[in-house]
């Protein structure tokens, strides 16, 4: 049974999007497929209009290939930022559940960037290229080092297609 990640809140809402899917079994998800939200272009490509949330080597902006199934299957040229994700540990005590987030909001917004969030722990941060993301890398390290969070570059590994 196939389950989906949706992005209830994209970066980017036009009247002229479409709807998307990636699979994320190879990024080690088996089974889970995650929507996008894109751009149409003249030529039959896409813009990422989202910040992914667990697709690795995509960011916002990006131009994207789907194939005939509406699946995304090749990251064709890049858009010039980077995806911070973080994962908050369950469990956290309220109050400091709630200044986590809440630091992270007010750092992404200090510094103009935007958040998206898949549930209330996992947030993924769109980084533009020209931007210094310093003092939201020092916040996350402290945080990922105290144990109340994990977090990474979607970078970190290649874009995979679809296994067929």
């Known amino acids: 049974m196939t389950k989906y990640i949706v992005h209830d809140d994209p970066a980017i809402i036009t009247d002229k999007q479409r709807i998307a899917m990636a699979d994320l079994a190879p990024f080690g998800f088996p089974g889970l497929q995650e929507q ?3 751009g149409r272009r003249e030529d039959g490509l896409f813009v990422m209009q989202c910040v992914p949330f667990r697709i690795y080597g995509l960011n916002l902006f990006d131009i994207v290939r789907l194939d005939e199934d509406d699946m995304l299957v090749e990251v064709v040229s890049k ?34 960037f935007v958040v998206e969030w898949s549930g209330d722990r996992h947030a993924a941060i769109n980084i533009p290229g020209d931007r210094d993301s310093a003092s939201l890398e020092a916040f996350m390290n402290a945080e990922e080092e105290a144990g109340r969070l994990f977090w990474e570059w979607s970078d970190s590994q290649p874009f995979q297609g679809p296994q067929r």
């Open 36 to 38: 996008i939200w894109l």
């Open 79 to 112: 858009g010039g930022h980077r995806t911070l994700r973080a994962l908050l540990e369950a469990g956290l005590e309220p109050q400091v559940f709630e200044a986590i987030t809440g630091e992270i909001a007010a750092r992404a917004a200090n510094e103009g």
